[in-house]
């Protein structure tokens, strides 16, 4: 069911959707610093240090949402994507009996060519259990056995 044009295809989705992403947050970002620089000091001293505050912790939350997202271009950028993989690990793209993981960092799921793909990091749970698997090596998780069909 998968194959390394597939990989490619997963790959691209993911790249667009970090690209989405970082236009978001920096629309945001620049909206929470316009209204910063538009709050106006009212009459009332504490409603507008009140309000100041709360951009101020909006804008940090967003700088914080911003160092992820270079992170993640940083493990994206690493991943070679033509690399025949044959254990599980970083970069590599598994199918399983419940599901394919794409071996990158924790994201949202996204559905490409009518495919669910998950993204998950190296520090997930599940991929501590099916780390360096074969093809049709299997392990249990949380009850369930896992078997590896594909990796990419």
Known sequence: MISHKFKQKVYAHLVNHLL??????????NELNQAVAN???????????????????????????????????????????NKNYNKVSLGSLVQTNIGIFFVVFASKKLIVDGTMIQFISTE???????????????????GNKIIVTDIY
Do not use: W
């Open 20 to 29: 989405q992403k970082k236009d978001e947050l920096h629309t945001q970002l």
């Open 124 to 142: 997930a749970p599940i991929y501590q259990v099916i780390k360096g698997l074969k093809i049709n090596n299997h392990v249990l998780f949380n």
């Open 39 to 81: 709050e106006t000091k009212s009459t009332v001293g504490d409603k507008y240090e009140t309000a100041r505050a709360m951009l101020q912790i909006d804008i940090g939350n967003c700088n914080k949402q911003i160092i992820v997202l270079k992170n993640e271009q940083i493990i994206c950028s690493q991943i070679v994507i």
